[in-house]
């Protein structure tokens, strides 16, 4: 029913994530409809993402260069590194201020299920460069999952083994900042209890 | 925070309709960890549809070349024209397999208070079709919202002034198929009744 250069459009558009058929049709009519200079600025975007930016060679977070702008601060302690599953995950921690280390992005999460052992995630080049370089404490900060917790575990068994001077940390769990006892789940509470601290 | 491509391309996905910042964000952090060929072919796929797809010249609908399919497809009863707001509504009326006829696309509806007049709309256009070519009918399936609906009385009048041969009809407004009375309002529920058809 479609021109065939639509359809091949909603057909991508709908490989996003989140994006279903109705979605991918209604943005697809949008970039027909909207100046050319705005649909063709989007594509030019993607094209442009996808070729300057690639991986840092140290901590694998995203790059423009060999090295990514965190991994290329001097001011940022390299004696300190909080892990992470995905890129993303780089932004809300930065946007705490209250980070002043390096970042190591594992690339996703243990999750034997989903086929997703250690060797592909980057915990070996983590290991790596925790025992080489004088480093004094990594802090696990992946999700507050099952698979995340999970690679916690590991990372911290794997640390103790090659980098017994090395401090690993993780995130605190507890109840989120605003949260009311009511609603709080008995999980999420039992670790608020658990992880309670002196006033 | 984010690398200045990263950042360009957040911006232009966020100008999609129904997109914040937040998905926008999401999707651009999946188009770079994804395939270089997915996130590339998406890119090609909006350049393509905005250098390949025009509009119909006879009745404003998508069109690869000077005339759209539908106009192209003798099959098609020219006497008979379904007045619609935009080329995406096209799609459910196709979908439905019973309109033998063919399509004019307004690119819109009567809305003053956003600046929208028939001259914005291609109505002189269908005017000029109706009273041209031995028009029988004009089917308006404008929305059934307010400017919709003012859309449909402009266009009748319109056409009453200019073809008066030409029969205008609407669409039928009621119950959608499934509905309960219970759940249905007052204005779609008075419509159905007034509208009501011997069994």
Redesign the interface.
Known sequence: ??????N??V???A?????GQR?A?????????TA?D?????????????E??GRCETCFN???GPR??ICEDERRDPALICVVE???DV?PL??THEFPGRYHVLGGALSPIDGIDPEDLRIAELVERASANGVREVVVATNSTTTGEATALYIADALRGRAPEVAVTRLASGLPVGADLEYADEVTLGKALRGRREL
């Open positions: 029913m479609l021109a065939p250069p639509v091949r459009l057909t991508e558009l490989r996003l994530p989140g994006i979605t049709q209604r943005l697809a009519f949008h970039l027909l409809s050319d705005e649909a063709l600025d989007l594509a030019e975007a993607i094209r442009e993402v996808k300057t930016v995203l790059a423009v990514c702008r995905q890129p993303s932004i930065e946007r």
